[in-house]
Nanobody, 114 residues
Framework: QVQLVESGGGKVQPGGSLRLSCAASGSIVSYTMLWYRQALGKQRELVAFITSGGYTNYADSVKGRFTISRDNAKNTVDLLMNNLRPEDTAVYFC?????????WGKGTLLTVSS
């Protein structure tokens, strides 16, 4: 079992940048790692993922602004977010996926507001 802890959330002004981190309690080398977000009153949506081989993919709404990366040696996954918009405001969740296993963190809140 893998425990995930997100960090790095906070309040940032529109146009600003922030880096979220997800720390795993064990090895993530075989896992696809994903970032989801859930805004108030909305369904959880996939933001970005990175496979064990390093392939990345992004939601259209964040493409060109967000970058996901992983460090298997440190068991961490980061989400670098640039040019933030008010609509990026949400709780961001880290997910580790492998076949029929899914592990979730408790989330970290990002607020984009002036």
């Amino acid at each position: 079992q893998v425990q995930l802890v997100e960090s790095g959330g906070g309040k940032v002004q529109p146009g600003g940048s922030l880096r979220l981190s997800c720390a795993a309690s064990g090895s993530i080398v075989s896992y696809t790692m994903l970032w989801y977000r859930q805004a108030l009153g909305k369904q959880r949506e996939l933001v970005a993922f990175i496979t064990s081989g390093g392939y990345t993919n992004y939601a259209d709404s964040v493409k060109g602004r967000f970058t996901i990366s992983r460090d298997n040696a440190k068991n961490t996954v980061d989400l670098l977010m640039n040019n933030l918009r008010p609509e990026d405001t949400a709780v961001y969740f880290c997910n580790a996926h492998l076949t029929n296993m899914d592990y979730w963190g408790k989330g970290t809140l990002l607020t984009v507001s002036s």
